[in-house]
């Protein structure tokens, strides 16, 4: 009786024939992972499918629940983030004020530069005679040969040749 409870317990093998192999595809259907079917879409297609579902199913467990609140670290970046999108555009709309009054201050001084120079050309100049003393007006003009000269010359188209 000893030797009868240490025998090695035999195994059978579950076979399965042909048979209920064909039986067993007719009832659960053709599949893809045993041969049975082919695919009629490509691998990218399922796959792209297969996330898509995935995706609604997460999206539609989480899609009612309420965002999370920010805490201390979030909160104090989005501070410090704030303050410095401020500074930069105090910076730029002082750098702007600036430039502007750069700019309005050359217009100024060069329409200034302007006035001043139509000013000295509006004035029309004074046309003064040259003063001669009456003692030089009586005297008359004497020539090396000691001819008295008019003080205007003629000129005529007769030459002196001929």
Do not use: W
């Given at each position: ?62 899609k ?44 100024a ?30 005297k ?23």
């Amino acid at each position: 009786m000893a030797d009868e409870d240490f025998r090695p317990a035999t195994r059978l093998m579950n076979f399965v024939s042909q048979e209920q192999l064909d039986e067993a595809k007719k009832t659960r259907g053709p599949r893809v992972e045993d041969g049975t079917a082919q695919r009629d879409r490509p691998l990218y297609e399922i796959l792209k499918e297969n996330k898509d579902k995935k995706d609604a199913e997460f999206n539609e467990r989480f899609k009612h629940r309420p965002p999370k609140a920010l805490d201390e670290d979030e909160t104090e970046f989005l501070d410090k983030l704030e303050l410095s999108r401020k500074e930069y555009e105090q910076q730029l709309a002082d750098d702007e004020a600036k430039q502007l009054r750069s700019f309005q201050e050359q217009v100024a001084a060069q329409s200034v530069i302007l006035h001043e120079l139509k000013e000295t050309h509006m004035v029309p100049p004074k046309l003064q005679k040259a003063k001669i003393s009456t003692s030089e007006a009586c005297k008359p003009l004497v020539s090396i040969n000691n001819d008295v000269t008019g003080g205007l010359v003629s000129y005529s188209d007769e030459s002196d040749d001929d």
